[in-house]
């Protein structure tokens, strides 16, 4: 008997700590350190930061961390020079053969991937890093270059290898096509992507097909765009639309638009979030509760983001540079500021219509104006990427030009407070995802709205996001959608019969 309950203890504190409930979660907004001459000498410094960031998740008994796409090299090197992407790669074991590189003596897995494996150990933590793969293919026999998130489990052994599947301007990259999960011994299954695959049906969609899925990791480089394609707004929108605890952890460089890293729960808090003008890396920390089923939004969830949930300074966002989108393909109606209520229909494409509901108060002078705006097409990312793309939304302009909405003042929005915002609009269902589109001047999401998407009819989707309470400093709110099957196609409004 004595024995069975020290076996059973052992077990116990081999696991590690096990929270009942919820476990606990580090991600790191991290800024590559990249002042060495030497590539290699740059890949090592920041991989000695990691390991000390992964001592003192240990040390806080995190159960998981998180780091950034691109975190180890920055971006630039791996988009740039081929021989870089060489010099900084490394085998990666296949999860089904549960290899531990820290154990391995095969010589073919990098130093650092090596190191990774062994703090991994050492702390008792699961730790996931996004690097350079190297794959030999035996077919072609040659060898093809994967951007890889690399999981360990708390022996350090390889559980999961997601390779990413849509890549942007990575040219020395292969793209992969596989959804992957990983199951951890605190009782939770995760699914994994990268940065840009968020908005694809595979892997964003796809990897949700498994219904014992319900949180997911997300390392990202995210550089943000106005009014839609922000980092925070579309992750936090993911999450709601699909109902999954998230943890995201992105590359932070705020001169070149890089940040927003956040531990998003199931059901639309943000348990933590940091996004800042200033330099430096942060991780932050947060128990998670688990989530038993997963439950997207059918038909109604009312967002209430708790107002504690920021940890940066809000004083100097205004180092953090955002671009802006442009929309001058998409339609658009004026807020006329004069009255008290505005209801209007703006559509795109013919048949895509958006419906606006709002109630306003303003004093002049305001320094914003606003603009109700619809589109159905697709928008270009880069050289290759054109998605398909249907958007509504309340945006913030700093005149009567569309070319000015998605400009962000250095100062907020003053003048204009809406008592009430609903946008809502009958969509159809096929090769579709929407999800909410919120942000404030502060570049956080809106804390208190309801989203809804609920099936009508065979083929249709009804959409819609309404405020809960009156909201001022507002950028964005609206709807952001895809239209998978319109991707690729010529750049511009794509009209529907
Ligand atoms: C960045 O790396 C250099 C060289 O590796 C090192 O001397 C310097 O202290 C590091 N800076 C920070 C802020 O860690
Ligand atoms: C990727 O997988 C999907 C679904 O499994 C398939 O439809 C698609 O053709 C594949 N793409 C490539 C490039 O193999
Ligand atoms: C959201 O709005 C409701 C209704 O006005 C209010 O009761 C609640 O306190 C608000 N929540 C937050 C987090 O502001
Ligand atoms: C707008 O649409 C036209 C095609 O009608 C296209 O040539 C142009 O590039 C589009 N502009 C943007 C910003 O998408």
Request: proline fraction near 4%.
């Amino acid at each position: 008997m004595k024995i069975i309950v020290i076996l059973c203890l052992n077990f116990l504190l081999a696991a590690g700590v096990i929270h009942e409930g919820k476990y606990r979660a580090a991600v790191v907004a991290y800024s590559p350190n990249l002042t060495a001459e030497e590539p290699l000498d740059r890949l090592y410094q920041n991989v000695g930061n990691y390991l000390d960031y992964i001592d003192e998740a240990g040390l806080q008994k995190c159960d998981i961390i998180v780091f950034p796409e691109d975190g180890l090299t920055g971006w630039y090197d791996v988009i740039t020079y081929e021989e870089r992407v060489e010099m900084f790669s490394t085998a990666v074991p296949e999860p089904s053969s549960n290899v531990s590189p820290c154990k391995s003596n095969d010589g073919i897995y990098s130093k650092a991937l090596k190191s990774f494996s062994c703090s991994a150990l050492k702390n008792r933590i699961y730790v996931v890093v996004n690097l350079a793969e190297r794959f030999y293919e035996e077919n072609t026999k040659k060898t093809v270059y994967y951007n890889t998130n690399v999981v360990f489990d708390r022996d350090g052994v390889v559980v999961a290898r997601f390779r990413k599947i849509n890549l942007l301007n990575e040219i020395f990259f292969r793209a992969a096509n596989e959804s992957v999960t990983f199951k951890t011994d605190f009782g939770v299954t995760f699914g994994i992507f990268t940065c840009f695959d968020i908005t694809f049906r595979n892997p964003a969609l796809t990897t949700l097909e498994d219904p014992e899925v319900t949180d997911i990791v997300f390392p990202v480089a995210w550089f943000s765009h106005l009014p839609f394609i922000q980092s925070l707004s579309i992750h936090h929108g993911y999450t709601i639309s699909t109902g999954v605890n998230m943890l995201s952890a992105n590359l932070h460089d705020p001169a070149s638009r890089n940040g927003g890293t956040a531990i998003y729960f199931a059901g639309g808090d943000i348990a933590k979030v940091y996004l800042t003008g200033s330099e430096g890396s942060k991780m932050i920390i947060s128990d998670v509760p688990k989530v038993s089923k997963r439950k997207p939004p059918h038909p109604c969830q009312v967002i209430n983001i708790l107002p504690s949930s920021n940890v940066e300074r809000v004083e100097d966002i205004n180092g953090f540079i955002t671009s802006t989108e442009n929309l001058a393909n998409y339609t658009w109606k004026a807020v006329d500021l004069t009255q008290k209520e505005v209801r209007e229909t703006v559509c795109s494409g013919g048949k895509f219509c958006c419906n606006f509901d709002i109630s306003l108060t303003s004093t002049q002078p305001t320094n914003y104006v606003y603009k109700m705006v619809a589109y159905h097409g697709t928008v270009q990312l880069s050289a290759n990427d054109r998605l398909g793309t249907r958007a509504c939304g309340l945006v913030a302009c700093t005149n009567e030009d569309i070319a000015s909405c998605g400009h962000r003042l250095d100062v907020p929005p003053k003048g204009v407070t809406f008592g009430r915002i609903e946008i809502k609009g009958v969509f159809q269902a096929q090769h579709s995802h929407d999800q909410p589109a919120s942000l404030k001047y502060n570049l956080k999401p809106v804390s208190n709205y309801t989203f809804c998407r609920q099936q009508v009819g065979d083929d249709h989707v009804e959409v819609s996001v309404s405020t809960v309470d009156k909201q001022d400093a507002l950028l964005t709110f609206g709807i952001y959608g895809r239209v998978f099957n319109n991707d690729g196609k010529p750049v511009g409004v794509i009209n529907i019969k």
